[in-house]
């Protein structure tokens, strides 16, 4: 690929990183309001890191770091070259966003200057490739983050106001309908020359048995049954370490809702607005999607279900690109069978989080060259993170779209609930 | 199966049962030293009241409860129904052993008389069997949970006296080969008319890729190569989430492996004795058998892996009927390919604890009749611990052989270490 | 004094401590129910090994431990060289309680031996002295850890069958009354040639207030008054720590009350029994004494306002002496004013534990002899706790008569309630 | 006296308060980095609130909030009205800096009109001198949290650039000299027409053994010693309570020291500066300040000692009204025998914070008019903190002048560093 065309490529993911931190303050940036979430702020300089460390450092002639303290604050590697989310990113007051602009400004011309002096050799169009899902993968944590800080606030800030959440006509919600599938050997995982992350691959077998999938999204209005018929008290619903989860945190709704004045409200990036019953349930763990499963009498599907469907079906569906940050409709798609497959929420499999058959950790996954660099810079996506996780699939409403394939694996502990993860219900054909 | 053939085998569970506890003081019986782990006392009325709840309680004439409160205090469900350890049960001196003693030999006779007045319906007979099981279970629970609290005395004490565990001719463990298996649809999963836990059920299809297994289980030796090579302070063969548990506990070796005077030690049922470099390496985490394994540029087996090959060989093994506590060679079973498959050490796999496909939770496994009691009594063993748990085949040298089927599955979350757990290496064929 | 005479005081003082314990299972001595308690056994093992180790190591000829490990694992001294309790003493299911009677026993004669072979010097009968009070105070401790282990037991186990607890004529309280004490200048702590900690001296000058005690102890019967009156929902009795301790343990209660079916029972050692308002209130924190004062209107007494009072009066009162081990009266010694300040309960003062003015830390109190043996061996009652604790002053009806004298000073962290402690009420001569 | 007067005292205040916070950038002012500390923006935001919320709200005639939730969102009081920091106010981004600001001139603005329009009553002035003194207060904890957060920031940002604070030869610190005090009867407590906090009251007798104070602070190079002599790694220095502290900490130096390089160095509001040994050593607990004079053969004065020789200097020395945010010398008032008795250093007394005979909690401390508002607004000063924690007196270098009587008692909990803290040492006079 031309080099040129990467660097468009490149431009076009910052402007939209910097678009989307417009509405913001400067405070808004700066704080971090979980262990496991990170600062708007730490985001940016995070996501102009990836290129200062991966590409200019190796490709720039007479490298100088912009700032040498930038290259280990917006590192995502402790101390000890483990990745994991640090506490601590809240309390860098500076940079300020200013100079933090200013840092990914800087970046942004010295990418431009290496594109008119190097030839691009595959490794490179590689890294920047990466480097660019990189930042799409941070403009939803962004967000999600950001939703989270937010909601932490009793003015209940509005990041972009918007038409009113309520129903409408267009968006009540359809009978559930189940759809089934057959049994055999099929075949999930990446295969291609495009993008794809290590643990997608490799592309390999797997025997199904027959399985129904439900038509759309389990539903708000769904979900509110669950907790009125105490779904919540009934230890029969859940695993025993999801019962414990509720003794110790006394959640008794998903994160977002609140129950005010005799009425059921939920925090969005467009407001506190009256609980939409017809909308998808977002917000929730994956003991709250296992135990409303146990309760509707059906089950989560597996990763392979769902990608052996997914697969089969057009990539449509409420994602970020069209500026709307909460799920619209469960009827996404209405010419295919099975609705918002892609984009509204995550969707919670019962696949615990684990490589696939012949899948080479710290190894990029195909023919293509590899090195020190590649290893470190995809270190971030591949074996370290394969206990104790579940898989989500098909993006939400803030992916971009351009991060979604049928093959793309995200992942989170089971206790996970500040991601917009929702309920695909599947069950066996009987 | 007539009923007295039933009573004599329960007779003989409840009589190795009592002879596990001979050589223990009232003191040792009482004590409880980790919140996971039960006193021996308790594990014995526990086996007790498992046939007074489910058998007595339902086929005795003008039943009486023994005392009432052993109804709750020797149940494993707390008050809300849902089945877990009870860190507190260490506190209840009363009822004495003497009077715990007493208990068993009641329900002793009332499980006679009964087998004298009733005809044993197929439910009556599923429950006794399952009761037996379930005392092996815990007669292995017991000298597990026992190990761990001789090991926190500074006296070292002994449960049992015996030979020498150090190095002798025929111990010197052989060298490492792997054995090569074949891609395919395979069946995993138990099928036909003994005894079987829920969770082994349905038998169905997977698909495996060629693979293979190591000869022999890993030995100290072995792993204290991994130790030497900084094993413990190298997070890249590490899941963060196992880093981090070494940054928290400071593990840096096995849970019963002391360094003193220069010399590596372990502590035993039998004592504490010098380190046997040719035996198995036992009591380690899921995060260090993965970890041994990355170091060792292979993996851990699938429980799919395991059992496609498990299901060839004949089950033998180190088990506790033979009354030695501990792993005794790493080459069981001369005459087949993969040396102790069975017995020695519970092996990891990489197999999160997931239900199979058309698992039906909740329900006996076959077409066997269906209640409540049966409900009730299996609840222990199905589905509420399908979460962030992992799987483990073929028995250790404390578990009962009758325990032990091609199918049986056990499950601990990643972080257990006092159970007797070992690591068997597979590798994708090349 | 003669070392005869001591030593027929060493024995009495063992002899009591033995019938002590006659009562108990083996199970009953060996477990620990809270981290800052000490198991039955560990108390007995821990009142000889003081003798062995600051005795017999130093006075014998040809020392030699009765079992090496003892000097370790019946010490009060951690690792480190500081004194603490130790939760894992729980844990040592050896030496059995048989063995560790064997063990006083032999520390028995050997005292014997000594006392007939050695020419007491001063620091000698100081010492054996000092493990003469030592041991008074483990006799304390053990019933007082007794009895938080058996209230943890659904048996509700007694330890010594009693005649009723509930209300007779002569245990009804008294009205509560005022008694006015004058100001100037007073002195306390101890003088004298007896025995006495050297956390009572130097005795010094204090300028005091005029003020006022009550009559007698806080009963059950106005503590309730208060529980009804929502004192424990109401922040302004409360230190700020003392709501945030309700917040994080929800107490609501002494802690050795229970309500049951409509009715409040107190657990005790003579078994579970109805609540007796006209009893004295023990078992609470200080933080619910201090409440309880602020919501009558009332404060705790200083130190030594209390000591003040109480030199005045004649030692009388419900010791353990009398094998009676809860409150009787609150009417104890009719012919003073004050009752009960000896005796019934430790009684919470306001006063922070901390050095008297020319208090010399790790040093013998007066012109006695010092030692480097000395030091160590006192070490337990000097100056390591004087942060953080709160002092109690005039013993409980389990403590032995001999501890007491008015200059006596107890002492604990705030939240402490597994101690015998009550309400004494003070306030301003108006 | 006149209301004109004593809105000239508010506006001085007010400015000094901004004039604060000019160096800093919004996000400076947003985060909080500890549980007790608080945003420099909520301090902001509070300090108005006091007197929206004491003043305005009671006297302004059709009082309306300027925003309803600024009410509770800028109290100190939580929802069950007891005062304590909220570890989330960190997280409210909104209100920005900007609208706080806004909302400090709205109120300011009603403040003028209201001098204008009422004629000050006696509980008015009380209140609104009251809400400069607490206005005091935030502007010390203002930069005592700023001082932490900046702390933390890899880029070891300069709050305000200074010259050099290495030594220069003025500020050699002099020989440490002891001075005597007599014994007798003393008085401490205020007494007089100005301003004084509850807690202060009455004055009262006390009886003092004779005394003696050290000359000057402890200086960072005595302290050196402490630590090279392996101060934190011997018990017998050190509480029970703070030898856990340190194992649990880690704590082996004062807060803001940093050893890199070989060298030691402290972070200060004027960057990050070589340790001067002859400066007062700050930030450390009370444990390590015990700990030290332990370790010096000394001891720490109680409040009535300090206060007593106090009393008797005139009140001079490094406070926040220089702007110099660092203690400059250990030789301050070279007239006096004592030198840095105010300013430079809270010190650390052994006295822990307890109510003076006569106290009235919740009231106000002298014939002053009582009203309920007065209550409320002086619930901050009064009782709720009297347990567990222990007095510091005479203010340190970032304390505005006016705070500081001799009666003054600031106090906080036995393991606080964060404020500036130090060490004042006493001994007895032999």
């Known amino acids: 690929m031309d080099i040129k065309i990467l660097l468009d490529e490149y431009n076009a993911t910052r402007s939209r990183t910097m678009e989307l931190i417009e509405p913001l303050l400067e405070e808004d940036c700066c704080v971090q309001s979980l262990p496991e979430a990170s600062p708007v702020k730490w985001h940016l300089g995070h996501a102009a890191w990836f290129f200062e460390a991966f590409v200019l450092q190796h490709y720039e002639t007479a490298f100088q770091p912009f700032q040498q303290e930038f290259l280990t604050m917006f590192s995502s590697y ?50 920047i490739t990466l480097g660019i899902h990189h930042e799409l993968q941070h403009q939803e944590l962004m967000l999600t983050d950001l939703k989270h800080l937010l909601s932490q606030n009793p003015l209940n800030p509005i990041y972009q106001p918007k038409i009113d959440l309520r129903a409408t006509d267009s968006s009540i919600s359809a009978p559930l309908k189940w759809h089934s599938f057959d049994a055999g050997i099929i075949e999930i995982g990446y295969e291609g020359e495009g993008f794809s992350y290590d643990n997608e691959s490799p592309r390999h077998k797997q025997y199904l048995y027959p399985y129904q999938l439900a038509s759309r999204l389990v539903t708000n209005g769904e979900y509110l049954q669950f907790i009125e018929d105490n779904g919540y008290d009934n230890p029969c619903f859940w695993f025993s370490e999801g019962w414990n989860w509720i003794k110790s945190t006394h959640c ?3 994160l977002y809702w609140r129950h005010e ?18 909308l998808p349930v977002i917000h929730i763990s994956y003991y709250e999607a296992s135990a409303f499963a146990q309760w509707r009498g059906a089950r989560l599907p597996t990763e392979a279900e769902w990608e052996n469907t997914a697969s089969l079906q057009k990539i449509a569906g409420d994602f970020a690109d069209n500026n709307y940050f909460h799920p619209r409709h469960t009827a996404i798609g209405e010419s295919v069978k099975i609705n918002a497959l892609y984009g509204s929420a995550w969707e919670w499999t019962q696949s615990s989080y684990s490589p696939y058959p012949g899948y080479n950790p710290k190894k990029s996954n195909s023919n293509k060259p590899k090195s020190d660099i590649w290893d470190v810079a995809v270190g971030e996506y591949n074996s370290e ?27 989170f502990p089971a206790e996970t609930r500040w991601q917009f993860s929702g309920i695909r219900l599947a069950r066996n054909e009987t």
Chains 1, 2, 3, 4 share one sequence.
């Open 78 to 127: 402790n101390s000890s070259n483990v990745p994991h989310p640090d506490p601590k990113r809240g309390l860098f007051t500076r940079p300020s966003l200013k100079a933090t602009r200013e840092y990914c400004h800087n970046i942004d011309e010295r990418m431009t200057n290496l594109s008119h002096q190097v030839t691009a050799d595959e490794m490179l169009q590689m890294i």
């Open 261 to 278: 004045a005799g009425a059921w409200k939920e925090f969005t990036l467009h407001g506190l607005v009256p609980l939409n019953l017809n």
């Open 385 to 411: 993170s394969m206990v104790n996780q579940y898989v989500l699939r098909g993006g939400s409403c803030i992916t971009p779209r351009k991060r979604i394939r049928p093959s793309m694996r995200n992942f």
């Open 252 to 254: 008794h709704h998903p």
